[in-house]
């Protein structure tokens, strides 16, 4: 079945840690996404990427980082320069524009 | 500048319609679509309208579109318990900075047995 794949469900980071978020999607779609969602705050975007090795900030960069060496993938690296980290994380692929997005079920990242 | 606008929560009675409203900044929005987030999960598309029809209709949900005033509305006939959920509206601007899909914060519906 296509679709696309988050990974892990649940992840605690110790403060100081980076920790790789996984998003993988068989759909074969040019475009990826990653999201913050917090309550209250809807959906922020984090980063962003239409082709392979290329990837672009969205509203809310610093302190992560993330990579497109494949078009099936898109980790995303929270980095212990992001004071914030806790959050639920959503991954998201299009075909193109004008293309409706489809959602991984999200990563919870917890600092402890 | 590129904003989605919907109000955060609405309440109702089951068997009542929900109505959920939404407006956008860019005309140039090609689709228009609404996604339901239930607790813990990621989004799933519900329904999505082109922007040369002013409405849609599936089964319980009707969308309209005032491509005037930039309002995009969701309607639920016969609303259930399992439609307790985050609504998202979300424009397509050409050209925009987001990759072209801009989200709004999200509308809790809470449905009363």
């Given amino acids: ?112 | 500048g590129e904003d989605v606008e919907q109000s955060l929560f609405l309440s109702v009675r089951e068997g009542d319609s929900s109505v959920i409203n939404c407006t956008y900044t860019d005309s140039s929005s090609t689709y228009l679509y609404w996604y339901k987030q239930e607790p813990g999960a990621g989004l799933q598309l519900l329904t999505y309208i082109f922007s040369n029809m002013d409405m849609k209709q599936d089964q319980r949900l009707t969308v309209l579109l005032n491509k005037k005033d930039k309002h995009l509305s969701l309607r639920i006939a016969d609303t259930q318990t399992g439609d307790s959920a985050i609504y998202f509206c979300a424009e397509t601007p050409r050209g925009g900075s987001q990759g072209n899909l801009i989200f709004g914060k999200g509308t809790k519906l809470s449905v009363k047995p």
């Fill in chain 1, 1 to 112: 079945d296509g679709g696309i794949t988050q990974s892990p469900k649940y992840l605690f980071r110790k403060e100081g840690q980076n920790v790789t978020l996984s998003c993988e999607q068989n759909l074969n779609h040019d475009a990826m996404y990653w999201y913050r969602q917090d309550p209250g705050q809807g959906l922020r975007l984090i980063y962003y990427s239409q082709i392979v090795n290329d990837f672009q900030k969205g509203d809310i960069a610093e302190g992560y980082s993330v990579s497109r060496e494949k078009k099936e993938s898109f980790p995303l690296t929270v980095t212990s320069a992001q004071k914030n980290p806790t959050a639920f994380y959503l991954c998201a692929s299009r075909l193109q524009a004008d293309t409706e997005a489809f959602f991984g079920q999200g990563t919870r990242l917890t600092v402890v």
